[in-house]
């Protein structure tokens, strides 16, 4: 597999990831409708199809909160860890809960005031759909 394969493969993650594929490009600050082409493997006026290059990947990488060579590298292992994080915040009933679980969480006796707060804040942005500190959470969830 190339690099352009794998950062297509990639390009299809953080569009499930960020929701939809117009999400992904307000995230990331580019134009829906260049990713649109790059999915479509639309073919530029010379010929050939367009793909990820480095500016869009290190772009799109720093849009969704991912290292630097994220989107150079196989992420099929990572994509199943983070799938069971993401199916679990999917739906705004499981948001909710989680939501009211760290807030009885975060009146605890046995939590500090700062230890409630980030707990709040994280909860927040789940309800939120907060897509990068969602994922520091799925990050920290994680280790």
């Known amino acids: ?9 990639n390009l299809e993650s953080l569009v499930k990831e960020a929701g939809s ?11 829906p409708a260049y990713i ?8 530029t006026a010379s ?10 990947a290190r772009k799109l990488e720093d849009g969704m909160g991912k290292p630097h060579g994220w989107m150079d590298a196989i992420q ?5 860890q ?3 994080f993401s199916k679990f915040i999917a739906t705004s009933t499981t948001k909710q809960k989680l939501y009211d679980l760290v807030k009885v969480m975060a009146s605890s006796n ?6 409630a707060a980030r707990l709040i804040g994280y909860a927040e942005a789940i ?11 799925s990050n920290l969830l994680k280790e």
Request: aromatic content about 2%.
């Open 1 to 9: 597999m190339d690099i352009k394969e794998i950062r297509a493969q």
């Open 21 to 31: 594929a117009k999400k992904l490009a307000e995230l990331c600050n580019t134009d």
């Open 36 to 43: 649109s082409q790059i999915r479509t493997y639309r073919k």
């Open 47 to 56: 010929g050939r199809k367009r793909a990820v290059g480095d500016d869009l």
């Open 76 to 80: 099929a292992q990572r994509q199943a």
């Open 82 to 84: 983070e799938g069971t």
């Open 110 to 115: 046995d939590v500090s005031d700062e230890e």
């Open 127 to 137: 309800l939120t759909k907060d897509h990068k500190t969602t994922m520091d959470i």
